[in-house]
């Protein structure tokens, strides 16, 4: 069992930056690839960037190229999505996720954290 937990959302200016954090809290963490999704009002869920559970490989959305990143801290069981030039169109609830095996670059995952709303203003 894991229990996800996201933090650092909030309201940010258009054009600015932030650092999402997601904290792990049971299982090993470093046998999860982690998953960023985000829903956009109105929109369905889609998938941002992930990393592997080595960390040594990472997806990033043809969407969030060039101005997502995404990392991981084993020693602190956490996973970040870092965002530059945030822009309104960004503004959503982004979630992040852990996924045991398998293709890291698209659902299903298996556990999810209860997301966190980023509001881009402009």
């Known amino acids: 069992q894991v229990l996800l937990v996201e933090s650092g959302g909030g309201l940010v200016q258009a054009g600015g930056s932030t650092r999402l954090s997601c904290r792990s809290f049971?299982?090993?963490?470093?046998?999860?690839?982690m998953g960023w999704f985000r829903r956009a009002p109105g929109k369905e869920r889609v998938i941002v960037a992930a990393?592997?559970?080595?960390?040594?490989?990472?997806y990033i959305s043809n969407a969030a190229k060039g101005r997502f990143t995404i990392s991981r801290d084993d020693s602190k069981d956490t996973a970040y999505l870092g965002i530059n030039s945030l822009k309104p169109e960004d503004t959503a609830v982004y979630y992040c996720?852990?996924?045991?095996?398998?293709?890291?670059?698209?659902?299903?995952?298996?556990?999810w954290g209860q997301g966190t709303q980023v509001t881009v203003s402009s």
């Open positions: 049971g299982d090993t963490f470093n046998t999860y690839a």
């Open positions: 996720a852990a996924k045991s095996g398998g293709d890291y670059s698209r659902e299903p995952y298996d556990y």
């Open positions: 990393i592997s559970a080595t960390g040594g490989l990472t």
